[in-house]
């Protein structure tokens, strides 16, 4: 990072799902395997489930399904959204920093509707300013230069916040935005997209950090 970043952040910039809470292990593969029961069911063979099932973590379940014929595709989208949030729960670490007393935003990726199911059940809306919602993969570096816009900071201003290095990470790394990685447990990324400045097991780690540089401000 360059000359003081964290003591220079005025605005936390956080992502959703798999560093609040566990998405992957608790929706996501469950979600996929139940849209891939219905698709074996209905016909679909072996070799393209199989293909299928690897994409998971990896790309969106829309994406996965693109080569199925549009019958196939929304039978598969509709058991795929047909979710239910209730089992989903906020990591350990999650309260130390959304707690901690920066502004914050959220910049999830997902359908519109579950994604503010997720915020609601969680109970997290409150500890965010806004709430900006990137329906695909290739969006969250747009997204990024419009929370700069919105709250008019300079790239060294603000911290993204996430689990994905080919994502958020890497969309933030190119605007010059600092980042901080978590590295959850069981959870696939790609770490040769980018190198994030900061890599941690927990985000109390990075609440702890940040409460300390801004101490050595004052």
Known sequence: MRKGPLS??????IDLDNTLC??????????????????????????????????LGRHSFRSAVQRLDKRRQRLAIRAYDDVDVRTLRLYGDAMALLRLPLPKVLVTRGER???REKIHHLGIRRFF????????FDQKRSAFRKVLKDFRLEPHEALVI????????????S?????????????PS?????????TVKSLAYIAQHLKEERKGTR
């Open 22 to 55: 566990d998405t992957f292990h608790t929706l996501s593969k469950m979600q996929w395997e139940k849209a891939l029961a219905v698709l074996q069911r209905d016909g679909v063979e072996r070799k393209t489930i199989l293909r299928m099932r690897r994409q």
């Open 190 to 198: 790609h770490p040769s997209a980018a190198k994030p400045d900061l």
């Open 175 to 187: 605007l010059r935005i600092p980042t901080a990685f978590i590295d959850r447990p069981g959870w």
């Open 129 to 136: 300013r806004r709430v900006y919602h990137v329906p695909t």
């Open 113 to 115: 509707r579950l994604q």
């Open 162 to 173: 996430g689990d994905r290095i080919e994502e958020e990470i890497k969309d933030a790394k």
């Open 8 to 13: 220079s952040i005025k605005l936390l910039v």
